[in-house]
């Protein structure tokens, strides 16, 4: 459709600190095999494979060198090795941080140059233009910036444009068109399937979930429970049409049921972010405020609570100390369950949460995250089991920020049992309950030995063994036998969600290419080295019980 892609923020942006990382997202601490295997890899995916044609350069440094000023990153990774053959643009970020943030340069001009010189194609920043264009000038008159490298810049940048057709059909013919396409109803039908099969669910004890159609008092309780704002991206458009949890409740049960709503408290108390590394007393505004929750919850056959995260709990600069619920949303949580009234949690959040207690003495959790426009609708039809959850975690939930980083995949034996310790995560990568029940069998390999460069072709097979309709997802992990360094213990190598009616089986099939079964190096070169290679396959990164191995030569 020739539509240019910007993935971003490239590269290693994500690691935060001890919630130190900031405006500045500085000194991410990952080896260099970390790097290229995990924080690197999506991005040669997506240039190489997906085409896409841009990118944005991150504010972090790696190494001690600005991502901004890295030839490595910038041209010689991006460009040389993946043939990338886009632009890269600038976050927004002054002229002079590389001279009076990161000390790597002493003038605006040699600031410019470390960044041209470096890859960087198209500069973003909060001011005039003319500010980077003098300093570009300056930067040529000293032959600090080679005038070819600027054409190369320019070039790079004229590439993408031509490939875009601009010069051929530079005006939009159609200003409204866009909208009409983004909210189409085909791609509202996208927006509702992916909310849905995005929800996790967690827990789900003596099956409290699906909640009965013949409730006729329910509590809905919580500050994410009738809030919109937070459900909606700052970076984004926001959707006027965006379903709460409780409208999404309300339009699926309708006027049968005795629907009582308390917001309970804030996400965040009036000492945030203080209160995350220290207890204040509740004020007596906020005891009446949980005082409320807890007489609905007396009256109500089932309490849901929706907590989370608001928008300035989580998101760019956002990071936390701690990964508690905020504010006074653990106080709440507790208040209502001593009524006795069963409690189910629903997370609408963006971020791992520490729910040790809320695991030990709550019945069902739902992890919402934000799924969009029909949030509320999503929610509500796999609470009351219209829809039946299959989504699996894509991050491990720590069971403490002191084990973190608590990130999969492990090296061996990262995750074995110490004295004074609290070993083992809460929710590990991969993992997801359902209402109905799967088998997974049969893993097969198609050939035992294979060459450098060959594809191996695996199957495997899964039934539904309940009696509803649901979803798995059948997850495939790799390990090395013996490597010149040391690799992680189980690597993710493929993973396909299949649909199954009860007793319904299917073959699952999976290719394990040369980019599963090779290696990074101590020289940072992608390669290949022979021998055992391992594999498991189950529906988490804890619950593989299949088996098998093959040879690479």
Known sequence: NRVVSTPKHFAIYGIPGGGRDCYSRTDPHASPQEVHELHLEPFRIAFQEAGALGTMCSHNDYNGTPVSASHYLMTELLRNQWGFKGYVVSDSWAIDKNVKFYHIVDTEEEAVASELNAGLNVRTFFEQSEVFIEALRRALQKGLVEESTLDQRVREVLYVKFWLGLFDDPYVKDTKLADKIVNSNKNREVSLRAARESIVLLKNENNTLPLSKTLKNIAVIGPQADEVKSLTSRYGSHNPNVITGLQGLKNLLGENVNL??????????????????????????????????????????????????????????????????????????????????????????????????????????????????????????????????????????????????????????????????????????????????????????????????????????????????????????????????????????????????PGEEKTVTFKVNRRAYGMYNDKNEFVVEPGKFFLFAGNSSKSTPLNAEFYVE
């Open 260 to 501: 009582m709503y308390a917001k309970g408290c804030n996400v965040r108390d009036k000492n945030f972010p203080q209160s995350d590394v220290m207890y204040f007393e509740l004020s007596d505004k906020e005891k009446e405020e949980i005082d409320e929750a807890v007489e609905i919850a007396k009256k109500a056959e089932v309490a849901i609570i929706y907590v989370g995260d608001d928008f300035r709990t989580i998101g760019e600069s956002r990071s936390r100390v701690n990964l508690d619920l905020s504010g006074r949303q653990k106080e709440l949580v507790r208040a209502v369950q001593a009524t006795g009234t069963p409690v189910v949690l629903v997370l609408f959040n963006g971020r791992p949460v520490t729910l040790n207690w809320e695991d030990a003495n709550l019945p069902a959790i739902v992890e919402a995250w934000y799924p969009g426009e029909f949030s509320g609708q999503a929610v509500a039809e796999v609470l009351f089991g219209d829809y039946n959850p299959g989504g699996k975690l894509s991050t491990t939930f720590p069971k403490s920020v002191g084990q973190i980083p608590w990130a999969f995949p492990f090296k061996p034996n990262a995750t074995g049992k110490g004295f004074a310790r609290v070993d083992g995560e809460l929710y590990p990568f991969g993992y997801g309950l359902s209402y109905t029940t799967f088998e997974i069998s049969d893993l097969q390999p198609s050939a035992t030995k294979i060459a450098d460069g060959d594809t191996l072709t695996v199957t495997c097979k899964v039934k539904n063994t309940g009696s509803v309709k649901g979803d798995e997802v059948v997850q495939l992990y790799l390990n090395d036998e013996t490597s010149s360094i040391s690799r992680f213990e189980k690597e993710l190598c493929g993973f396909e969600r299949v649909a199954l009616e």
